[in-house]
């Protein structure tokens, strides 16, 4: 099997959005990332996409601190992105909505991720006002 080198295969890429502007996670911290789309068809119900990566943590070394900042907080911005041949193909796009952290024999983090639908589906929307009636 030929090495994700970006090549003659896609290197896989988890960036953070922190200030502004998008940082890889190192590979080697990365276990596993698994991402489920949305809806596929017209006629099925809307869903919202979810990726969920599993970072290894057992060296202790947090891949959520840049430079010295937790950026870890609900809504962090994330994105997994294939480069191949010197092209980078956005794979997914999501918001941090859930962690989990396995301090068992293998130490992990696992991170849930959902795409734009889940998140504009969590707001809150203001009611609207009601037109006042006319007398009769």
Known sequence: MTAFDGIT???IAVQFLKSGTWTSVTTTDV???????GRTRQNERDQAGISVI?????SGSNP????GTNIL???LQMRIVATIGGTAYPLYYGFL??????Q???PSVTMTFVDGIAYIADAQA???ATAPQPAL
């Open 9 to 11: 295969s896609p290197a």
């Open 54 to 58: 599993v970072f290894n943590n057992t």
């Open 31 to 37: 276990i596993q990332i698994d991402i489920r789309r």
């Open 64 to 67: 959520w601190v840049v430079s």
């Open 126 to 128: 203001p009611a609207l």
């Open 104 to 106: 068992g024999e293998a």
């Open 97 to 102: 909505e859930e962690t989990e952290v396995n």
């Open 73 to 75: 907080r609900d809504g």
